[in-house]
């Protein structure tokens, strides 16, 4: 009989820089961390540098690759695994959104069972999406045979999925699970016999550069929707 508890923290990746030096848009897949989102993480890193990981996962996408590798830099010896798996859930093509629509479907993407929504944005279908990531984590939660500390640098509605589960419902709408910039979850999962009995959520959406979240009053999906107002010189 083998039983453990493991602690996942489970770290949304730091601000990010959509548009370059000349204020053209970036490809979301190759975005990279800003310096607000590389001091966001460097504080963080210090709050955890006290802690040992025994394995460290990020997704492919470079954003998540960079928080994990400051998250890592007190401690040489962790290697950072990516996981395609756990990539940010793939939008469809943002200028095929109308002035009319764009602010209520962008706003609300995260609305999917209110709204009766099955793809994200025109793009991947939430129940693909949820799929993916789910059998991922519950795959390297079960892979697991003694008690660990386990670092996953993922995306914002990958979190938020997987916080979902740990309340026990999967797939539903998502939009009250907040998930800042650089924010970091922690979650405890108890394991027996090769089955997750039971599931405890120690922290959530916690800020170190920010704990009181003074001024942080935008959802993640509001700042999508100002950057894309932004960038098509529409008018609020």
């Keep these: 009989m083998t039983d453990f508890w493991l602690r996942i923290f489970l770290i949304r990746h730091g601000h990010v820089a959509y548009f370059d030096e000349d204020n053209k848009p970036v490809n979301p897949k190759y975005a990279q961390l800003s310096p607000q989102g590389i001091e966001q993480i460097g504080l ?37 695994s990516t996981v395609d798996a756990i990539r940010e859930i793939k939008s469809g093509r943002l200028r095929d959104l109308t002035e009319d629509n764009s602010e209520t479907e962008l706003k609300e993407a995260y609305l999917l069972q209110t709204n009766q929504l099955e793809h994200f944005l025109q793009g991947e279908k939430w129940q693909d ?81 920010n704990p009181l979240k003074k001024g942080l009053f935008n959802s993640a999906m509001d700042d999508v929707y100002n950057m894309y107002v932004d960038n098509n010189g529409f008018k609020e």
């Design 44 to 80: 963080l890193a210090d709050n955890l540098k006290d802690t040992a990981f025994d394995r460290v996962y990020s997704s492919t996408m470079p954003r998540s690759i960079q928080t994990a590798e400051i998250l890592t830099q007190h401690h040489s010896s962790e290697q950072v």
């Design 129 to 209: 999406f949820s799929h993916r990531v789910l059998d991922w984590f519950e795959k390297t939660i079960l892979s697991a045979s003694k008690q660990q500390n386990i670092l996953i640098s993922s995306h914002d509605a990958v979190n938020r999925v997987i916080i979902n589960w740990m309340y026990n419902h999967p797939l539903a709408d998502i939009y009250t699970q907040e998930q800042d910039y650089g924010c970091l979850n922690i979650l405890d999962i108890y394991v027996k016999n090769n089955q997750i009995l039971h599931k405890r959520i120690k922290l959530q959406n916690f800020t170190t550069y």
